[in-house]
């Protein structure tokens, strides 16, 4: 059974800092995409972060150079470290796990498991 796990998150001004963690538990695959979306108030769900097995990255254009994401594979866990936050990056934030019958495709990858999500506000 796959699970994601995830915590981090909370509030911050404008130009501070957070990091999210996504532990993972049941996932054992030889090759994977793993990855952050986030979904604002009255917005659809967007594709944020992508890593995949080689630790090759893709950032959406509005948080590259301001995102990065990352993984320890020695503790099964994702993180995304989210710099020079802007109150547009405010949004419930999930982490995902790709499956071949997912239902999200983004940046080449299809993603079917998922966080639990968590909030991220960024005042002005």
């Known amino acids: 059974q796959v699970q994601l796990v995830q915590s981090g998150g909370g509030s911050v001004q404008s130009g501070g800092s957070l990091r999210l963690s996504c532990a993972t538990s049941g996932y054992t695959r030889s090759s994977y995409c793993l990855g952050w979306f986030r979904q604002a108030p009255g917005k659809e769900r967007e594709g944020v972060a992508t890593?995949?097995?080689?630790?090759?990255?893709s950032y959406a254009d509005s948080v590259k150079g301001r995102f990065t994401i990352s993984q320890d594979n020695a503790k099964n866990t994702l993180y995304l470290q989210m710099n020079s936050l802007k109150p547009e990056d405010t949004g419930m934030y999930y982490c995902a796990a790709d499956l071949i019958a997912g239902a999200t495709w983004w940046r080449g990858c299809r993603f079917g498991y998922w966080g639990q999500g968590t909030q991220v506000t960024v005042s002005s």
């Open positions: 890593i995949d097995t080689d630790g090759s990255t």
